[in-house]
T-cell receptor
């Protein structure tokens, strides 16, 4: 059983297209995240949702729109893809930090490698 | 503002040699500290964490780290590395507090690539 699963694992598409990446976690966590990892391995948080509510929205173009239908799912939709969007996108989940059960540990999916041509 | 610095972007070592990966943080409040490992083409997984208590923390795969508050460091060490330790290592910091809106930020360092030579 995969704890945090994302699909697709690889995505190759043309500039200007719209694409989505899906993420699901079966750990019972109430917070989910999207991170972008560039070619130099630098990890940058994009969004965070807590119980379906957006709580972190870093400086990300509004072409990126996250959606959380329930606390176990967080999807990422990208409109009008650009070359600079090529990266590996990681979904992660955790409990909120003010819960006794949480120690701040994130659980990551295996990543979705997006290549924009 | 809180920040994390990994001074070495790459660390090459020979197999069975000891290794230390450096991590320094900056924070005006108490922090939780983590080391994550990313094997090629995989997601990150937790190696070890410091929350409180003993400053020497032991993790998986023979790694350990020491929290040094005066030097604001959390260096990762292994006495003898193996080829399978080849990976990218990330130091991360977060800070507990009331309300998830501020507490949900977890800051990652820029990563250190550990390459093991036979």
């Amino acid at each position: 059983d995969t704890a945090v699963s994302q699909t697709p694992k690889y995505l190759v598409t043309q500039m200007g297209n719209d694409k989505s990446i899906k993420c699901e976690q079966n750990l019972g966590h109430d917070t989910m995240y999207w991170y972008k990892q560039d070619s130099k391995k630098f990890l940058k948080i994009m969004f965070s949702y807590n119980n379906k509510e957006l709580i972190i929205n870093e400086t990300v173009p509004n072409r990126f729109s996250p959606k959380s239908p329930d606390k176990a799912h967080l999807n990422l939709h990208i409109n009008s893809l650009e070359l600079g969007d090529s990266a590996v996108y990681f979904c992660a989940s955790s409990f909120t930090l003010d819960r006794a059960a949480n120690t701040g540990e994130l659980f990551f999916g295996e990543g979705s490698r997006l290549t924009v041509l | 503002a809180q920040s994390v610095t990994q001074l070495d972007s790459q660390v090459p070592v020979f197999e069975e040699a000891p290794v230390e990966l450096r991590c320094n943080y900056s924070s005006s409040v108490s922090v939780y500290l983590f080391w994550y490992v990313q094997y090629p083409n995989q997601g990150l997984q937790l190696l070890l964490k410091y929350l409180s208590g003993s400053t020497l923390v032991k993790g998986i795969n023979g790694f350990e780290a020491e929290f040094n508050k005066s030097q604001t460091s959390f260096h990762l060490r292994k006495p003898s590395v193996h080829i399978s330790d080849t990976a990218e290592y990330f130091c991360a910091v977060t800070w507990p507090g009331p309300g998830y809106s501020s507490a949900s930020k977890i800051i990652f360092g820029s990563g250190t690539r550990l390459s093991i030579r036979p």
